[in-house]
């Protein structure tokens, strides 16, 4: 069975198709599909220039993304939804409540997952990570509010966008982890 992630931001042309095509490189070997959308998007855009070029350093074809906006049967259909902000985070958790438990910020999360004790279980592993992240939430102390955000590089340089992925991939290298040991 493969379970899938969806990374959110506002407009899915920068922070979460970088996100998505980081994620499918570093999720590559688990049993993961990865997928974004933004709360604000308009469906069929192209990705931000500079985002691409951060994309295709994953190795991946990027030309064929297109910009997607979120829609309820996006967070039905993903078991982990990872935003840029707290402000798409409630978006997300508006439009389908019932992802309240499985929607976290992407830097939220790689905090959570980086303290999580996985149990055994028969679950699928990305599912084992959620259930082990949310267990580790409630043995952490809440972060100060900006440090779940991760800022938005759209006006910025191409190194902006650099900095802006490299924050995507340190948090999700403890998700890859915790994946990779709760199945």
């Known amino acids: 069975m493969v379970d899938g992630v969806l990374f959110v931001c506002h407009a899915n042309m920068c922070r979460s198709p970088m996100a998505e095509f980081i994620a ?7 049993p993961v599909v990865v ?17 691409v070029e951060v994309a295709a350093g994953t190795g991946a074809d990027v030309t064929a993304f297109r910009t997607r906006r979120l829609r309820p049967e996006h967070l039905a259909g993903a078991e982990l939804v990872l935003t ?16 309240l438990g499985r929607t976290f910020t992407l830097r939220q999360f790689a905090r959570l997952a980086a303290a999580a004790e996985p149990a055994p279980t028969t679950d699928t592993p990305l599912r084992a990570a ?6 580790a939430r409630g043995r952490m102390q809440p ?29 999700i290298r403890p998700v890859r982890a915790l994946i990779a040991t709760a199945g």
């Open 24 to 30: 499918r490189r570093l999720l590559a070997d688990l």
């Open 35 to 51: 997928t974004s959308a933004g709360t604000d998007a308009i469906d069929g855009a192209a990705m931000h220039p500079y985002a």
């Open 84 to 99: 840029a902000t707290r402000r798409q985070r409630s978006a997300c958790t508006a439009l389908a409540p019932a992802a």
């Open 130 to 135: 959620v259930a082990a992240a949310v267990r």
């Open 143 to 171: 972060a100060a509010p900006g440090a779940d955000d991760l800022h938005d590089p759209i006006g910025g340089s191409p190194a902006d966008f650099r900095r802006c992925a490299e924050e995507i991939e340190r948090s």
